[in-house]
Structure formats: structure tokens, C-alpha cells
């Protein structure tokens, strides 16, 4: 259970599940038509020891065999990827991964001349992907800032002390994130992101409808899960319930254009048909959001 001001590293808690989740992009990453191409991340999940991601990347038909669907990282990251690359493009210059865990964007994405990546992320964290990255003599596409603080504390002031500048547009990211925040850090969270925000900056994360059944999870987590090895994730356990504002409405209020897409509408964008997903997977993917913002120039 989450508890206030708990902390993790990378195979403890919250950062567990970053490092499930790149072993997800490692499997999908060897895909004949992967969405996503990771090359660093079957290192992460090699340098932490961990003996269930290891399995997922060292027989992944467990994954495509599994009652969750198959593609569902490979639309996530492809959703933020754009988004990252789509800013630049129109001229942005500066980039803030929220809760980077080992996200490997500074890395991988063709950033242009003069782009700034701020990651921020517990301690513990940053310096586990700085250490493996270093080994495998891996350097950055940008100028990539480390900002080692909890989201629950005033990382705007550690943020700004990287050198961030709210006067100039950011594309921001908070992707896979909201559901570990308690209801009142998630809503500060957006507070201090408008308020760092310059007009033409934007914004993307995925959100949870609020209706979504998490007790169901949990028991089929238990009942279908628990021999393989994603099953020794207590998802529910680590996330929070409590109440808070739907961003979407959220930023609208606050003067951001905003657009979501479902699963199946990323899907159909990028020309990967989703496999059927069990109940109550199926449900937790169908309850799922991509949300875009913007806020206007």
C-alpha cells in the first residue's frame, strides 16, 4: 500500500511498474512493425536483476499470449512520441518528461539543435537510468537535465534552478502517471503546469475515466494473473481512487484547447488492429483517455 511521502528505486513500488513497462517497449521494439524502437531498454530491465521483466524480454509469447491484448505500449508511446516530435517541429525548444521513470526520449527521438529534455523523477530513479546509459556509452540527442524530486514537493523551484524557463513554450508529458498521484497532488500538478506554461506550449497525458471498477482489476489480477509474470504487479495497490478534477476539464477552464482519443481511435491512427483484451481489461483499456492540450499562442 502507498503510504505519504513513501520513495522507491526501480524495483520497488511505483518504479516497479517503470520498469514493467520497458520491458513492455523492449518486446514491442522487436515487433516486424513496431510502433516504437527502444533500443535502451532492454538494458534497464538487464541492469536491475529483476528476474520477472527479465522473463517477459526472454520469452515474450508470454505477453503476446497473454489476456491483456498486445499493443497497448506500442499506441502509448507512439501517442507521446508525436507529440514530443510534433512540438519540436513547430519550433519548441524545451521539454519536461513528468515522472520520466525510463523513458528514453533524450536518447532515441531526433531532437533538433538547441532542444532542452527536463526529466523528473525520484532520485533513486534518475540515477539508475543515468548509471546504465553511462555503461553502455549511450549519449543524448539533447541537452537532457536531471531534476530528482517527488512530485508531492515544489518541483517547480527545482525545475526552474535546472535552468527551465517558464517564459518560452514547453511540450510537457505525463504519461502512464496520474493514477499513482493522490487527488490533490494531481490537481496541484496541473495548477503549477499552466502556470509554468508560456502560450503555445502543450501538454498530453492519459487519464482514467473516473467510473473504472478497480476492485475487478485487482480480483482478476489475482485469479487470471498470478502465474505469469506481470501478475506479481499489485497495480491496484499503488494507485489512488480518492477524487479529483478530469484534466480535460480542467485545462479547458483554464483556457488550453483540448482533444482526446480512445485506444481503438490510436489503433486505427496508426494502423495497428488491437487484439481483445479479457474482462475487465478490456474495460480498464476501453476507460482509458489520450488526452492533447494546448495552450494558444
Known amino acids: 500500500m502507498r503510504t505519504e511521502g513513501d520513495t522507491w528505486d526501480i524495483v520497488s513500488s511505483v518504479g516497479m511498474t517503470a520498469l514493467f513497462v520497458a520491458a513492455i517497449r523492449a518486446v514491442e521494439s522487436k515487433q516486424p512493425d513496431a510502433l516504437v524502437h527502444d533500443e535502451f531498454a532492454a538494458l534497464f530491465v538487464a541492469a536491475s536483476g529483476d528476474p520477472t521483466t527479465n522473463q517477459l524480454i526472454d520469452n515474450p509469447q508470454l505477453w503476446a499470449d497473454s489476456p491483456l491484448g498486445t499493443e497497448f505500449m506500442g499506441l502509448r508511446s507512439k501517442f507521446f512520441d508525436n507529440l514530443f516530435l510534433a512540438a519540436a517541429e513547430a519550433g519548441v525548444r524545451q521539454a519536461v518528461i513528468v515522472a520520466a521513470g525510463l523513458d528514453a526520449r533524450a536518447y532515441r527521438l531526433d531532437w533538433p539543435q538547441g532542444m532542452v529534455v527536463y526529466e ?44 527551465f524557463d517558464p517564459a518560452v ?45 478497480y476492485q475487478q482489476i485487482a480480483d482478476f489480477q489475482a485469479e487470471q494473473l498470478r502465474d505469469l509474470p506481470f501478475g506479481k504487479i499489485d497495480f491496484v495497490d499503488l494507485v489512488y481512487t480518492d477524487d479529483r478534477s478530469d484534466p480535460a476539464e480542467w485545462l479547458t477552464n483554464q483556457g488550453w ?33 489520450y488526452l492533447s492540450a494546448a495552450k494558444p499562442a
Open 120 to 163: 523528473i523523477d525520484q532520485p533513486k530513479v534518475l540515477e539508475f537510468k543515468r548509471q546504465v546509459l553511462a555503461d553502455a556509452g549511450a549519449a543524448p540527442k539533447a541537452d537532457r537535465r536531471e531534476v530528482a524530486v517527488d512530485l508531492r514537493e515544489n518541483w517547480p523551484a527545482a525545475l526552474i534552478e535546472e535552468g
Open 169 to 213: 513554450p514547453t511540450v510537457w508529458s505525463a504519461e502512464g502517471l496520474l493514477g499513482y498521484l493522490p487527488g490533490a497532488a494531481q490537481d496541484a500538478l496541473f495548477a503549477r503546469i499552466d502556470q509554468l506554461s508560456a502560450p503555445g506550449s502543450s501538454l498530453a497525458c492519459d487519464v482514467f475515466d473516473t467510473d473504472l471498477d
Open 257 to 289: 484547447t483540448t482533444t482526446s482519443a480512445r485506444p481503438e481511435e490510436l489503433a486505427e491512427r496508426y494502423d495497428r488492429p488491437l487484439t481483445a483484451a479479457l474482462q475487465p481489461m478490456a474495460q480498464m483499456f476501453n476507460n482509458m483517455r
